[in-house]
């Protein structure tokens, strides 16, 4: 089991950019597929990004490609989410999730952190 802490959400204008961390406790954090999810007000939560457990592979919804940047520190049991470029569409709860294969987190399989709030103003 895979306890997840997402930090660094925030009030930021259109075009500006955050830094999502999502620290993970757990002995087998270096060995999983970690991801980001999202949900804004009344919409279903939404597959954002993931990597695999090396962070040699990244994956992304079309709507953030290009702008958001997924990474990992296994050292410091840390995975990040770069956003930048951002929109006033990306304002939702930003969830991190973990789970033992690429194909179990991007189908919302997993363990969950408590998530952290986005808002972006136009």
């Known amino acids: 089991q895979v306890h997840l802490v997402e930090s660094g959400g925030g009030l930021v204008q259109a075009g500006g950019s955050l830094r999502l961390s999502c620290a993970a406790s757990g002995r087998t954090f270096s060995i999983y597929p970690m991801g980001w999810f999202r949900q804004a007000p009344g919409k279903e939560r939404e597959f954002v990004a993931a990597?695999?457990?090396?962070?040699?592979?990244?994956y992304y919804a079309d709507s953030v490609k290009g702008r958001f940047t997924i990474s990992r520190d296994n050292a410091k049991n840390t995975v990040y989410l770069q956003m930048n470029s951002l929109k006033p569409e990306d304002t939702a709860v930003y969830y991190c999730?973990?789970?033992?294969?690429?194909?179990?987190?991007?189908?919302?399989?997993?363990?969950w952190g408590q998530g952290t709030q986005v808002t972006v103003s136009s």
């Open positions: 999730a973990a789970a033992p294969t690429i194909a179990l987190v991007t189908s919302a399989q997993g363990s």
């Open positions: 990597i695999s457990w090396s962070g040699s592979s990244t």
